[in-house]
């Protein structure tokens, strides 16, 4: 059996391992040995998860601003609340954001508003937001930005 079929095998058995495995090839330039089917699938999957990440916490700021901005009923008991989600997703988005990313918030951002709106319609029950989104993806991003 080859390196390669036993790290097919540690794949479907232990994939933490198969991970450490195949960092060890990378790192000393065995490339012949990795299990490349698995390795793509892997490379595919991280891609996927950090975009949906970022995603993900943008819609939150999104979310958050929109509360800050329209819901007044509930603005005196919950506005330093929405702040600091606010706040403390910025911080975990900047932490994570590349240029690719960065690149790809900006092509989704009308998607993510109007999933951000949808949202926020059901929790508030108003229908009083903006049809197009009204924040620059630098003002969802910038610490002091706050409507």
Known sequence: MTITTDLKQLYETDENLWLEETIKLLKQGQFSQLDL???IEELISLG???SAKV???LRQ???HLLLLQYWQIEYESNYRHWIGEIKTFRYDLNNHLTTNLMNK???DL???YQSAVDFVQIKTNLNIFPEKCPY???QLL????LP
């Open 37 to 39: 089917e698995n390795l």
């Open 48 to 50: 996927k998860r950090d």
């Open 55 to 57: 995603k993900s916490l």
């Open 61 to 63: 700021i999104i979310i």
């Open 105 to 107: 918030l900006q092509d």
């Open 110 to 112: 009308e998607k993510i």
């Open 136 to 138: 620059i993806l630098a």
């Open 142 to 145: 910038d610490d002091n930005y």
